[in-house]
């Protein structure tokens, strides 16, 4: 559902202004990225603005463009001042289990709006778990509650493998925060949507279990 209301516009605004000036001003960058070894000194600043840098410009289109696409869903549904909570928690969420993941390496570094989208993302599929969508070279739609569990169980692979540049436990952990403040916004879901709100759940719980089992490693 696209949508063009001014908070998405000036979300993705703060996005773009805040990258560029981190493209062309490297000791910026590294004064506000996420890193472990700053963090735990004391800088929990980088703790949000992370979440406002990013890599390069594919980087931050593609955040930006899935977060154009899905805002419409939840800002419909619970309104802007509760669309502003769902994207500050998810991408806060992100961050505190990256750090509670990379507690010990104080090299981790990571930067991107990943965390925050994916809870927005995460957090359109509950509100509307039956939502067609398509991916790259999949010819048919494919219901969102299907997508979203299936990109956490990608996600949960991820982190296990450490596969790729990504900040697989970010995605993970803003789509929890998504997840849990929608449904603390809006309770009646757990009447009206139960059956999707128990199969989205369900990476939740996995990855729960791979941890106290000591299978995520």
């Known amino acids: 559902m696209y949508n063009l209301d001014p908070v998405t516009i000036a979300i993705i605004a703060a996005n773009v202004i805040v990258s560029m000036k981190g493209f062309n001003d490297r ?3 590294e004064k506000f990225k996420f890193n472990v070894g700053s963090i735990r000194r004391g800088e929990q600043i980088r703790m949000f603005s992370s979440g406002f840098l990013h890599a390069d410009t594919t980087h931050l289109f593609f955040n930006m463009f899935t977060l154009y696409f899905f805002a419409g869903y939840v800002i ?3 309104g802007t ?3 502003i909570i769902i994207y500050i928690a998810s991408l806060v969420f992100g961050n505190l289990l990256s750090l509670y993941f990379h507690k010990d ?3 981790y570094s990571a930067i ?3 965390g925050a989208v994916t809870g927005v993302l995460y957090s359109a599929i509950l509100l509307e778990p039956g939502m067609s969508l398509y991916m790259f070279f999949v010819p048919i ?3 969102g509650y299907i997508f979203g569990i299936g990109y956490l169980l990608y996600s949960i692979y991820g982190m296990k493998n450490r596969i790729g540049n990504i900040g697989h436990d970010a995605h993970f952990g803003g789509a929890v925060g998504g997840y849990v403040i929608t449904l603390i916004l809006l309770p009646s879901l757990f009447k009206t949507d139960l059956g999707y709100v128990g199969l989205l759940a369900l990476p939740i719980i ?3 279990l791979l941890y106290k089992t000591g ?3």
Request: no cysteine; glycine share 4%.
């Open 27 to 29: 000791l910026f960058f």
């Open 76 to 78: 419909d549904a619970l």
């Open 81 to 83: 001042l509760n669309f």
């Open 105 to 107: 390496e104080y090299w």
């Open 112 to 114: 991107g709006a990943s």
């Open 141 to 143: 739609p494919i219901p």
């Open 206 to 208: 996995i990855l729960y």
């Open 215 to 217: 299978k995520l490693k």
